[in-house]
Structures are given as structure tokens and as C-alpha cells.
């Protein structure tokens, strides 16, 4: 019995090994090169990925998207109609192939997690789609989108981090702006000044129309933005567009992704003559975390800070969309690169965008070898 605990002992100390060595990122995730010099915050602590090319089911709440069920009268919404949120207008939407990144979708259309809008509106509401996530603890940090918008005249779709009216950063697209060729993204900074305006950043210095030299409903692209203390930064497939400075928000909040219609003809037009996806490929966060027991699982796997064990983030160079739909998550690296982090699993088979989370097979052994030691 004692030659079998010392054995059960080499293997405890064999396996903790292992799981060090393959661990990586323990002191987060840069949008600088780890061999920068980093500043407070260009490296983040936490991050949340969504693959929802290869991710089905009735729940995105496991996913840590909550779907929102709430009405909005036609005068809150400040226009023709009201807007009637619906959990039934968000749907996850795989890829049929659960191997492939392109190909056809398990209901039609586009691939992705759909928000719809829809054509047929009761009781002066027009159905619409909205999502929150779980979290409510991102202070700073690089969010990022593959999306597709509705190529439908008369919705708004938007892609967004929110505290309170004040502390809002926005990407918003409008369809009725969308031309042969080009489209437009309205970046916004809602500030206590757009809120004394009646919610109008447009007067303000975080308000920019950013124009498109390509129609945002024909491809998905990767829309970004990079919250620090003193800019906020917008990016498409990995470009800059613009960079604010003031007004920067200061507290902690949660990303959303809505799509809706009001009727109002100096916003969103519509509804649309039928109904209407706005469709998200992938969602990828790296920020920094005020929630407690997030900031004690850091500082236990990074005591000390080290560069070394930074990882950079992948830039999305090129639209995310066809051929060049396969991106790069950590979630679904070979090696252990979210320590202590909540992954997300697809769950279409076991396709290519099943993550392999290293670290559990390592409990799992851990917990056998302490059981048999007991005996």
C-alpha cells in the first residue's frame, strides 16, 4: 500500500507538471505584441469567445448570451411603432457541416446566430431581437464582432458595451443606408451631454458616420472596438476608423447585439417589407474584470506579471467571410491558453470549432489519482 501511494504521489506531481507546462496566457491577453511595453491596460485579464458557426441549441444563455423578452411603446421608442423584444427572434443557426466554416445552415439563410426583425407588426410593435451577456463586469478592453447585416430596407442593427445612457460605446447600422456599392456605421459615444440633448450624440464629439467602401448586408466583416481609459478606438477587418477621447466611459457593464425597427424615418425606416436577420458569426472579448473572484483567479495564476506569459491577440486582417471564415479563438487552441477563464463549447458534433479544454482532462486525472490514494 505504501508503493502504491508513493506511485500515486510521482503521478500527482507528474500531472501537475504536465498541466504547468502546457498552461499559457496566465497573465492575459495584449492587443500589443508581448514584447512591447505594456501599460495597465493594453493587456486584459478575462475573455469570452462565441463560435456561433458551431453552435446549436435552444439556449443561448449557456452560451453566456442571454435573449431579451421586453416591449418598448411607440413613444419610448420615439417613433411610428413600438418594438416588442422576443427570446422567439434569436435563434442559433449552425452550419449543417459541422467540419466546415462555410456551406449551408442547418434552417436556411445565413449561418450564425440570427436576430430577426419581422415584417408582420401587431398591436403598433414591431418584432425585434436583442441579446445581453451574462456578464455585467467588463471595465476596458477589445471587443470584437463577425457580422453580417440585414440586407432589408428599415432596421437598425447594432453591436454594443452598456453601463447606463451615459455610458454607452456603439457601432449602429442603418439599412436604409446601404447603397449599391457602400454602407455607413454610426460610432457613438452616449455621454451626460447626449443625454441632456434627449439621447442625441449627434452634436456631440461622440457622434462619427463612418462610410464603408463595401455594403455591410453582402459579407460578414469584423466590426471592433478597443475601450481604454483614455480613447476608445474603432476598427473594420482590423483597420482603424476612428478614435474618440472624450467622454470615455469609467464604470463596468455588458456587450449587447440588438436588431429593430420603430418606423422612425430619421433612424431606423421600416419595418421592412419582410422579415430580416441580422446574422453573428463570432463574438470575441478581451477586457478587464471588476468581479472579485475573477481578480483572486488572477492574481493566483499571475503573482507576479510577466510578458512572457501575455498573449498577443490575433488581428483580424481580411472579412471573416467564405474562405476566410475560419478565425483564431484561444478557446479552441490546441494547448491550454485560457487558464481560469469560462469557455463557451459549440455543440454541433464535433466539428472544427469544438474548443478542447486541456486543463479539465487534468482535474478529471487529478481527482482519480487523490481518490485511489485514499484507499
Known amino acids: 500500500m505504501l508503493c502504491l501511494r508513493g506511485v500515486v504521489r510521482t503521478l500527482l506531481c507528474l500531472a501537475l507538471t504536465i498541466y504547468r507546462a502546457n498552461a499559457e496566457c496566465e497573465c ?12 495597465t491596460y493594453d493587456v486584459f485579464t478575462d475573455l469570452m ?19 431579451q423578452q421586453y416591449n418598448v411603446s411607440a413613444r419610448d421608442a420615439r417613433g411610428p411603432y413600438g418594438k416588442e423584444f422576443d427570446v ?5 443557426n449552425p452550419l449543417e457541416d459541422s467540419h466546415m466554416w462555410s456551406g449551408n445552415a442547418k434552417y436556411g439563410g445565413d ?16 418584432g425585434s431581437a436583442e441579446v445581453a451577456t451574462v456578464r455585467d463586469d467588463a471595465l476596458y478592453g477589445s471587443f470584437r464582432v463577425g457580422m453580417k447585416l440585414s440586407a432589408q430596407n428599415g432596421t437598425c442593427g447594432a453591436f454594443f458595451w452598456y453601463y447606463n445612457n451615459s ?19 454610426q460610432l457613438v459615444l452616449q455621454s451626460p451631454e447626449s443625454v441632456r440633448d434627449g439621447f442625441d450624440a449627434s452634436g456631440t464629439a461622440g ?5 464603408l467602401p463595401f455594403r ?71 477586457f478587464n474584470s471588476t468581479d472579485s473572484e475573477r481578480a483572486k483567479e488572477y492574481s493566483k495564476q499571475c503573482p507576479v506579471f510577466d510578458a512572457a506569459k501575455v498573449c498577443s491577440i490575433p488581428e483580424q486582417t481580411v472579412a471573416p467571410d467564405g474562405g476566410d471564415a475560419k478565425t483564431y479563438f484561444f478557446s479552441q487552441d490546441g494547448g491550454e491558453k485560457t487558464p481560469g477563464q469560462s469557455t463557451y463549447h459549440t455543440t454541433n458534433g464535433s466539428g472544427a470549432g469544438r474548443p478542447l479544454r486541456v486543463h479539465t482532462i487534468y482535474v478529471s486525472l487529478l481527482v482519480s489519482l487523490l481518490s485511489w490514494a485514499s484507499i
Not at 231 to 240: A, E, N
Not at 259 to 283: C, F, K, L, R
Request: net charge negative.
Open 216 to 286: 455591410p448586408d453582402e459579407k460578414f466583416h469584423e466590426y471592433r472596438f478597443d475601450w481604454t481609459p483614455n480613447s476608445v478606438i474603432f476598427y473594420v477587418d482590423g483597420q482603424i476608423m476612428h478614435t474618440m477621447t472624450e467622454n470615455i466611459p469609467n464604470s463596468a457593464g455588458r456587450m449587447f447585439m440588438n436588431h429593430w425597427s420603430n418606423g422612425d424615418p430619421q433612424w431606423s425606416a421600416g419595418p421592412p417589407a419582410e422579415d430580416t436577420s441580422m446574422t453573428v458569426s463570432y463574438i470575441k472579448a478581451y
Open 88 to 92: 422567439a427572434n434569436v435563434v442559433l
Open 207 to 211: 457622434y462619427q458616420i463612418q462610410h
Open 167 to 185: 455610458q454607452e460605446i456603439d457601432m449602429e447600422f442603418l439599412s436604409r443606408q446601404f447603397n449599391e456599392s457602400q454602407g455607413t456605421v
Open 49 to 67: 469567445e462565441n463560435d456561433f458557426l458551431h453552435t446549436s441549441g435552444d439556449n443561448c444563455t449557456e452560451f453566456g448570451w442571454r435573449p
Open 111 to 126: 449561418a450564425g446566430l440570427n436576430l430577426w426583425v419581422r415584417a408582420d407588426y401587431t398591436d403598433e410593435v414591431v
Open 28 to 39: 492575459g491577453y495584449s492587443i500589443n505584441k508581448t514584447t512591447d511595453t505594456t501599460t
